[in-house]
C-alpha cells in the first residue's frame, strides 16, 4: 500500500481559502485514484473530491463543486486539493485516500479506497 502524508489546513475566516496536499511516497500517483473525504464531529466521513491516475479527471461533491479544485503533480508525486469561498460547514477533518487503478473511475465509498493520510483539521469561523 501506498504511503500518505498529508500537509496544509488550520483555521480560516468564511470566504477564505486553504490549499491540502497529499503526497505518496515511494509510488507514482499516475497508477492510483486519489480521493478526498471529510469527516465532521458526529458526522459520517464524507467524499469531497477525487482524481484519476492514468486521465487525471476530477470528480466533486456537489456541496464543493465551484469551489473546491482538485490536481495533481506527477512529478511531485503530489495531489492537492485547493478550497475556495470556504463556509461554515466545510469544517472538519479532511483525509486523502487511494487505491490503485488505471480505470477512469473513482467511487465516492470510503471503503474503496485502501491506503489512508493522517488527516488535516480545517476549522472555517464565522
Known amino acids: 500500500q501506498v504511503q500518505l502524508v498529508e500537509a496544509g489546513g488550520g483555521l480560516v475566516q468564511v470566504g477564505g481559502l486553504l490549499r491540502l496536499s497529499c503526497a505518496a511516497s515511494?509510488?507514482?500517483?499516475?497508477?492510483?485514484?486519489v480521493g478526498w473525504f471529510r469527516q465532521a464531529p458526529g458526522k459520517e466521513r464524507e467524499f469531497v473530491a477525487a482524481?484519476?491516475?492514468?486521465?487525471?479527471?476530477?470528480y466533486y461533491a456537489d456541496s464543493v463543486k465551484g469551489r473546491f479544485t482538485s490536481s495533481r503533480d506527477i512529478a511531485k508525486n503530489t495531489v492537492y486539493l485547493q478550497m475556495n469561498s470556504l463556509k461554515p460547514e466545510d469544517t472538519a477533518v479532511y483525509y486523502c485516500?487511494?487505491?490503485?487503478?488505471?480505470?477512469?473511475?473513482?467511487?465516492?465509498?470510503?471503503?474503496?479506497?485502501?491506503?489512508w493520510g493522517q488527516g488535516n483539521q480545517v476549522t472555517v469561523s464565522s
Open positions: 485516500a487511494a487505491r490503485f487503478s488505471f480505470a477512469d473511475f473513482a467511487s465516492t465509498s470510503a471503503s474503496w479506497y485502501n491506503s
Open positions: 515511494g509510488h507514482t500517483f499516475r497508477n492510483y485514484v
Open positions: 482524481v484519476t491516475g492514468n486521465y487525471g479527471n476530477t
